[in-house]
C-alpha cells in the first residue's frame, strides 16, 4: 500500500464531525508547518460547511490521519487557534491556523 493522508475537521466540544476529505471528494487540503504551528488551507467545501466551521471556529480539532506501506495509522490531533480561521470568499479557501500537535498511533491504545 501507498502512502495515503487524509483530513477531518470535528467540533471540540460534541464531536460532530464537520469536513472530511476521505468522504468528500470535493474537498482538498494543503496542509504546512508554519513557526511554532500549523496551516491547513482547504478548498472544496459548501457555503454550509464553511459557516458552520466558521461559527465554531473556538471550539474545533483538526486531525491529520497518515497511512505508510507496512506500518500503523499515525494521528495527528491539532489545536486549532480559533482567533485565525478564516475564509476567503473570493478564493473559496478556508485557512485554518493551529497552535500545536499531539502524534500518536491509535492501535497503542485500543486493543482489539
Same mark, same amino acid.
Given at each position: 500500500m501507498a502512502q495515503q493522508e487524509w483530513f477531518m475537521v470535528k467540533h471540540g466540544v460534541t464531536g460532530r464531525g464537520l469536513a472530511n476529505s476521505k468522504t468528500? &471528494? #470535493? /474537498?482538498? $487540503?494543503?496542509? !504546512? +508547518? !508554519? @513557526? =511554532?504551528? $500549523?496551516?491547513? =488551507?482547504?478548498? @472544496? *467545501?459548501?457555503? !454550509?460547511?464553511? &459557516?458552520?466551521?466558521?461559527? /465554531?471556529? !473556538? #471550539? /474545533?480539532?483538526?486531525?491529520?490521519?497518515?497511512q505508510r506501506k507496512d506500518r500503523p495509522l499515525t494521528k495527528h490531533w491539532y489545536y486549532v487557534d480559533g482567533d485565525r480561521v478564516? $475564509?476567503?470568499? #473570493?478564493?473559496?479557501? *478556508? +485557512?485554518?491556523? &493551529?497552535?500545536?500537535e499531539i502524534e500518536y498511533i491509535p492501535n497503542d491504545y485500543f486493543a482489539d
Open positions: 468528500d &471528494a #470535493e /474537498l482538498s $487540503y494543503r496542509f !504546512q +508547518k !508554519q @513557526g =511554532t504551528g $500549523y496551516v491547513f =488551507t482547504v478548498t @472544496g *467545501l459548501d457555503e !454550509q460547511t464553511v &459557516a458552520r466551521i466558521i461559527d /465554531l471556529k !473556538q #471550539e /474545533l480539532n483538526v486531525f491529520r490521519f497518515v478564516t $475564509y476567503d470568499s #473570493e478564493r473559496c479557501t *478556508l +485557512k485554518i491556523h &493551529a497552535k500545536s
